[in-house]
């Protein structure tokens, strides 16, 4: 056996604050060899990116203390001085970042960036380094390196991006690279795609890689071994297989559970609530299946024809429109009462405009939507504000969507008061009913949104709009940004309300999984257009769009059998939906292939 | 680039007429009668209103107005009721003085405020940030017209290293020039080095706990690399176009620093213009201040789109 390339012993980590030091990060150990994957799994919190700080001695020297051993080449890193290390870091041991939108300098070409690696470590003059770089970034499959290598940032998209990030990660061919969460902030089929990439680089190199993420599915995908870290501690470590399999520690077992899987509602007629997951013991306990059916005979609550929603792209003297984005070109659905359709697709598809379109924060072009045998976009003055009360939105970001100098009774209360529903005592009354109602005591109604974990805030945003008594609520990637376990909690949360109250959601969300596990149906879109619709176990049983079938294929599944997965799909940079001005939208004809299963041909 | 700078020129036309309008109506509602400044002992009716007729004063003040911004659009500025100089001569010899002034006093400004600014937000929350903002704070605290007539009894009249007031072109004598401007433009640069020096440092404090900068020092540049190279180039943005608008505070300084060390710059024109009701003048100097803020705001605009490629690949 080869000696590894990283060893991690006693690694505590403690910050700063103001009641003293606290300890972080406790005890971590673990070995990487070269050629090898170990991932740091846990949910927020659970100090993995702490740890990966850790050792690349990133953290504020004056704001943080580690104590313990990081060996890499039997040398301790935490005994270098700053200078040795800055010769360590982006040379022996590089890193990738999970925002690759914000983690190039906005300033500087991206050829610059890489090229800077080869220039500060291996000595190059600007013209080798410029050579050696747009070799690496043809490497890492950046079309056009040439042309590329001149171009800033913000003109490549957030997969290309991560390629960038990747390639001046590797520049100076590392023995280690560190990916912080490297594929969380982009499309599930980019995701895939860097995933790939990443595999294949390892393997040609030889590097060890230590993966940090959140997300099993794509833990089972990459690593040989697996840490599972909770609050600050390393509870288990083992192979990747042992802890998808046997694991030990009931919150490995509580955290693999929680997990939603895509395909694990076959058979299943009604959405179905996660199981409770205890985090500590690791018990599980499934839950019943929704139980109130959508009756479809009835007129549905909300129509939309042929929506069209579009952008100007202004230019020139005058500012006049030079072409326009197709946002939203031709959307129609259907949706009752008591029912969640989801909106699925990538970034940039039109899903969350329109969402918007329908409440018309954002007015279409054209099209017409019918809420309770309603004109939406024939209302103006006070049938527009009662419109607004029926359809309600909750948002991805539950912390930027509450206004931090209002305690949580007030923001609940709120709309109450500005709809005149009630004032005073008795809004306050009524804002501590519904803080009940989503799971929250009413003892926290005069604490502020800062004190609240994300998901206790989600459900204070759920409370505030759950007193207009809204017909819809539209759910912005409401989940998204939140742990598997809290995921799980809040969706199970919507499902009862829409049990109990008979609120149809229109869910719009990136995260196959759980749409499958919360929707009746399901509409997919790709830019700006809804190419597959039909009721959730037709569009996931039986996908007939190539993209439908692309993204549910490049979800990862947390099966650690697929570990030598390649998905080998080609990369093509996101399709814009820029079109001119005198454009004509193809007509589009869609083909039957079940009941009420629709596929755009 | 062209038609970006084309629209803001555009733009600056309307903003323009507006101050013209502004000033000149503002100046009829002062109290006080400019022919009575120019009369002088004379109080004889009937040279008063051939006075008054002369200069045009009969007429309703629309007339006035557009007579004069016509004028002015075709360089004509008018003549000054007191010395009986066109006002654009006047301005001529004066603003050389006054940009002289402001132009070292910015200097000072920068290469004080702009480092100490980098090193406070570095050294986030340590002595060396603390003891910067402390500085900065005093600098802000102490009124220009008691620092000036402090270092003049300081420098001048004790230590007599420099002369206390007046002024020497520097096409004449460059060194007896710096030399006499210097202490004015101290007085007139700390004030502005402080705000510089706070926003430079909340600017960069922002940038330095950004993601690209974490890449920066995991690529293993050094931290003067790190914070040289990569942070101040986005946060030196902010404070280009805070330089911009700080012109205005320079200039209201200058009027004040101007009369301490009896400078014959703008601001002693201008005050010397009011206190005698000479119109044209006001009228004049304002509007050329006014053009001078506009064009000062538009270079920065460019500079800052120039150095923000995001907004060049829009152009």
């Known amino acids: 056996m080869t000696a590894p390339i990283l060893s991690v012993r006693n690694l505590t980590t403690a910050f700063r604050t103001e009641d003293g030091w606290r300890e972080v990060v406790r005890n971590i150990g673990f070995d990487i060899r070269a050629g090898e994957t170990v991932a740091v799994v846990g949910e927020s919190g659970s100090g993995k990116s702490v740890t990966s700080l850790s050792i690349m001695r990133l953290l504020d020297p004056h704001q943080s203390r580690i104590s313990g051993q990081v060996l890499v080449n039997g040398r301790n890193l935490l005994d270098l001085t700053e200078g040795q290390m800055q010769d360590v870091r982006g040379n022996e041991i590089a890193m990738i970042f999970q925002e690759p939108m914000t983690s190039l300098n906005p300033a500087y070409t991206v050829g610059r960036q890489i090229a800077e690696v080869l220039t500060r470590h291996k000595g190059m003059d600007r013209a080798q380094a ?4 747009i070799a690496i970034m043809e490497r890492v499959r950046i079309p056009n390196p040439d042309r590329r290598f001149d171009q800033y940032p913000h003109e490549f998209s957030g997969g290309m991006r991560q390629r960038v990030m990747i390639a001046m990660a590797l520049a100076a061919r590392p023995k280690l690279l560190i990916a912080d969460e490297p594929t969380t902030a982009l499309d599930v089929t980019i995701q895939g795609q860097i995933l790939d990439l990443i595999k294949e680089l390892q393997a040609e190199y030889g590097m060890a890689v230590l993966f940090i993420t959140h997300d099993m599915g794509v833990v089972a995908e990459i690593a040989d071994r697996t840490v599972v870290m909770f609050r600050g501690d390393q509870v288990e470590t083992g192979t990747t297989d042992h802890i998808f399999r046997r694991a030990d520690h009931p919150y490995s077992r509580a955290l693999l559970a929680a997990v939603p899987a895509l395909g694990a509602m076959e058979g299943q007629a009604q959405p179905l609530r996660f199981p409770r997951v205890d985090m500590a013991s690791g018990a599980i306990a499934p839950l019943p299946p929704m139980a109130r059916p959508v009756d479809r005979s009835v007129p549905p609550l909300l129509s939309v024809q042929n929506l069209v929603t579009r952008f100007d792209v202004k230019a020139g003297l005058l500012n006049r429109p030079v072409s326009a984005v197709h946002a939203v070109e031709g959307v129609s659905f259907d949706l009752w009462a008591g029912e969640t359709l989801a909106l699925v697709g990538e970034s940039g598809c039109g899903k969350s405009t329109t969402g918007r379109s329908i409440m018309r924060l954002v007015e279409p072009r054209g099209g017409a939507i019918t809420l309770q045998g309603q004109d939406v976009l024939a209302l103006k003055g006070a049938p527009m504000q009662a419109m607004r009360r029926d359809i309600q939105m909750i948002f991805q970001d539950p912390f930027s969507s509450l206004n931090p100098r209002m305690t949580v009774g007030q923001a609940v209360a709120e709309p109450l008061v500005k709809h005149g529903i009630a004032r005073g005592k008795a809004a306050r009354a009524r804002a501590g009913e519904l803080l009940e109602q989503v799971g929250l005591s009413p003892a926290m109604m005069d604490r502020y949104p800062h004190e609240f974990s994300g998901g ?36 199970n949360l919507l499902m009862d309300l829409q049990e109990r109250l008979g609120i149809s959601f229109l869910f719009i969300s990136h995260d196959m999984a759980v749409v499958e596990r919360i929707s009746h149906r399901v509409a997919v879109m790709y830019l700006g257009e809804i190419v597959e619709i039909g009721s959730r176990e037709a569009v996931f049983g039986n996908p007939q769009h190539p993209y439908t079938q692309k993204l549910i294929a490049a979800v990862p599944v947390p099966d650690p059998d697929r570990r030598l997965l390649r998905r080998n799909t080609p990369i093509d940079e996101l399709k814009s939906p820029v079109r001119p001005l005198d454009y004509q939208p193809p007509k589009r004809e869609w083909r039957e292939v079940g009941q009420d299963h629709l596929v755009m041909v | 680039m062209h038609i970006f700078i084309a629209k803001r020129l555009l733009v600056a036309i309307p903003t323009l007429l507006l101050v013209s309008i502004f000033v000149f109506f503002l100046q009829k509602l002062l109290p006080g009668d400019p022919v009575m400044a120019l009369a002088g002992e004379e109080r004889d009716p009937v040279v008063l209103a051939e006075l008054r007729e002369r200069y045009g004063f009969n007429d309703p003040l629309p007339v006035q107005y557009v007579r004069w911004v016509v004028a002015a659009a075709q360089g004509d500025l008018g003549i000054s009721l007191r010395t009986g100089q066109p006002v654009l001569e006047l301005i001529a010899q004066k603003l050389p003085v006054t940009i002289q002034l402001a132009i070292m006093a910015l200097a000072i400004a920068f290469c004080l405020g702009v480092p100490a600014g980098i090193y406070a937000a570095v050294r986030k929350r340590r002595f ?39 002024y020497v072109s520097p096409w004449e004598n460059l060194g007896l020039s710096l030399k006499t401007m210097i202490m004015p433009a101290v007085v007139l640069g700390t004030g502005l080095s402080a705000t510089l020096l706070r926003h430079t440092r909340s600017s960069m404090m922002g940038v330095l706990k950004s993601d690209y900068i974490r890449t920066a020092r995991a690529k293993g540049l050094s931290g003067r690399t790190v914070v040289l190279g990569h942070a101040f180039r986005n946060a030196v943005l902010p404070v280009i176009t805070l330089t911009a608008l700080l012109f205005g505070e320079l200039l209201a300084g200058a009027v004040l620093t101007e009369q301490i060390f009896t400078i014959p710059g703008f601001g002693k024109l201008i005050v010397d213009a009011v206190f005698t009701r000479d119109y044209a003048v006001v009228q004049g100097v304002v509007l050329c201040t006014a053009t001078g803020f506009i064009l000062l705001n538009l270079v920065a605009d460019v500079l800052y789109v120039l150095l923000n490629p995001r907004l060049r690949s829009q152009l």
């Open chain 1, 130 to 133: 410029r050579t050696a770089a």
């Open chain 1, 456 to 491: 206790q805030r989600q459900r204070v945003a759920i409370a505030r709009v759950l007193g207009l008594e809204p017909k819809l609520i539209v759910a912005d990637e409401s989940v998204s940004a939140l742990d598997v376990s809290i995921k799980a909690q809040v969706c």
């Open chain 2, 128 to 166: 060396a940030d603390h003891a910067v903002n402390f500085l900065a704070l005093a600098s802000l605290s102490i009124p220009n017209f008691w620092l000036g007539i402090m270092l003049i009894l300081l420098v001048s009249v004790n230590l007599q290293w420099l002369p206390a007031s007046g």
